[in-house]
């Protein structure tokens, strides 16, 4: 069974930081392009980061470019978020995801870990 699990969430003054992780189970998910998304209440679902399976690769939203950096883990089954210089608007639930590639990254979905920056 194919299982994301996000920890590392909770709530920061404007301007802190937090680091995100995920582990992924269940498959062979060294191999496997992951990435983070999130949902601020009422908006919809958007992009953040993303890393290609051996962190060759990495993209980001422009909101959040020179701020966040995605990253692997040494066993390449383990994603980071580190997120630096946080502002209100970066409130959101963070979610992890994994695919084959980088255009199939949304294929697994993890249940999500709640960020929260005051002002």
């Known amino acids: 069974q194919v299982q994301l699990v996000e920890s590392g969430g909770g709530v920061v003054q404007a301007g802190g930081s937090l680091r995100l992780s995920c582990a992924a189970s269940?498959?062979?998910?060294?191999?496997?392009?992951m990435g983070w998304f999130r949902q601020a209440p009422g908006k919809e679902r958007e992009f953040v980061a993303r890393?290609?399976?051996?962190?060759?690769?990495?993209d980001y939203a422009d909101s959040v470019k020179g701020r966040f950096t995605i990253s692997k883990g040494n066993a390449k089954n383990t994603v980071y978020l580190q997120m630096n210089s946080l502002k209100p608007e970066d409130t959101a639930v963070y979610y992890c995801?994994?695919?084959?590639?980088?255009?199939?990254?949304?294929?697994?979905w993890g249940q999500g870990t709640q960020v929260t920056v005051s002002s």
């Open positions: 995801t994994a695919g084959q590639t980088i255009p199939a990254i949304q294929r697994y």
């Open positions: 269940g498959r062979t998910f060294s191999s496997y392009a």
């Open positions: 890393i290609s399976w051996d962190g060759g690769r990495t």
